[in-house]
DNA sequence: TTTTTTCTGTTGCAAAAGCAACATTTTTTC
DNA sequence: GAAAAAATGTTGCTTTTGCAACAGAAAAAA
């Protein structure tokens, strides 16, 4: 989270606030939330990882976008024109506050402290979203897997500003998130780990050359 | 462009306003800007239609963005993480309207009508283009080049409100707007008329089934 | 702690996509 | 209106990716 949005400071307020905002909580593999027909649904994840999956006629599951702690999401974001499946599924135990987008926008009909700080805030938490989903579009126009897996892993360094890191989530969900096929993606790996580009130790790789 | 925000009468309004806005006309093939260190740059195409282009080192062009009429753009949407070159260009004569980004969101210090206007209307702006970066991972998660034509073609279709419609670009330019080499798009291209998915005439395209 | 399920790692083979090259048509520029 | 540049359409060949299948390791559930 970036700007100047203090998310922490911001949840701690919640407290005494409007009854309007929903919190739950989910377990591993819960169904968080499912895209269809609620235009006005703005969710913000305060605790845990989850993933906005699809799953597509042909069988294949494809990791949307990766949620972690203080991340947006909601079918305010999102335009559904095909009728495949869209489901926001818990990696972990996750907390997650439930908003309509419209209480934050045109004031809470409470008119609660709460809803106002998110509403003045909200500029940049949608900015941070874009610049995600940026990140996003510049790796899956990466041509090769090899470069689809230089670049996501380039990322995370940078993310974490070292040479090392850890995959946040399974080999076989990273494949769903490149939009390759697993075993393909697998093959890949060795080979950079062969030609000496990255070092691997389960989920904890390391980049040799950067 | 959804939501309430009528951007038609917001640069009528523009006429009388803040001097610190600047409007520049660009002809075609032009460089509007290049996305390196404007961190706080903001832009709204008011005419004309342009791509932000991506050139990498392996030669390769990728449109990573389409924007036509009233779309915004700008490196405030925009982390840059690679040494990629990253350029927005005119497709045709375009009209550009360029602001600081602090200047919407702390209000100018002309303190202007003009830019309190943008403020408000500001989260739709960008919501709008959150659902328009997300409708393009759709595609670009597609698994093969025909799902994405398909994908693509769907969409254009609903937006058109029309099984016929127009390519917005070149064939060339469709291969890197999709990410993939412009002969295997061809010969694609060429099986799903033979199969009669689609009717093809020049930049006319009709869906057959839909 | 044991059982069950999921994930990892690998392979041979098939299919899809990329590359290079060229002729032809269309569009742009002068 | 002629010349130059860019886009389209096509093909043969090579490389990459996908698919299916399976064994062993690791993780989750009972």
Do not use: W
Not at 27 to 49: A, D, H
Not at 70 to 94: H, P, Q, S
Not at 99 to 126: A, V
Request: aromatic share 10%.
């Amino acid at each position: 989270m970036n700007f100047n949005f203090n998310m922490e400071e911001f949840i701690k307020k919640f407290e005494n606030s409007c009854h309007k905002v929903q919190k739950k909580t989910f377990s591993r593999n819960e169904v968080i939330t499912s895209y269809i027909n609620k235009r006005n649904q703005f969710c913000i994840l305060i605790k845990g990882n989850a993933d906005l999956v699809r799953y597509d006629l042909n069988g294949n599951r494809t990791i949307v976008e990766h949620f972690s702690k203080n991340d947006v999401f909601g079918e305010v974001f999102y335009m559904i024109t095909t009728n495949n499946e869209l489901l926001v599924e818990a990696r972990e135990k996750c907390e997650v506050l439930f908003y309509h987008y419209d209480d934050i926008r045109n004031k809470c009909r409470n008119n609660c402290k709460f809803h106002q700080e998110l509403s003045e805030d909200l500029p940049e938490l949608i900015l941070n979203k874009v610049t995600n989903l940026n990140m996003r579009i510049e790796l899956l126009t990466k041509r090769s897997i090899r470069d689809k897996l230089i670049g996501y892993f380039n990322m995370l360094s940078t993310r974490n500003l070292n040479k090392t890191f850890s995959l946040p989530f399974s080999l076989t969900d990273l494949a769903d998130y490149l939009s390759v096929d697993r075993s393909a993606m697998m093959r890949e790996l060795k080979l950079l780990k062969e030609d000496g580009f990255i070092k691997k130790n389960g989920k904890r790789i390391t980049l040799v050359y950067k």
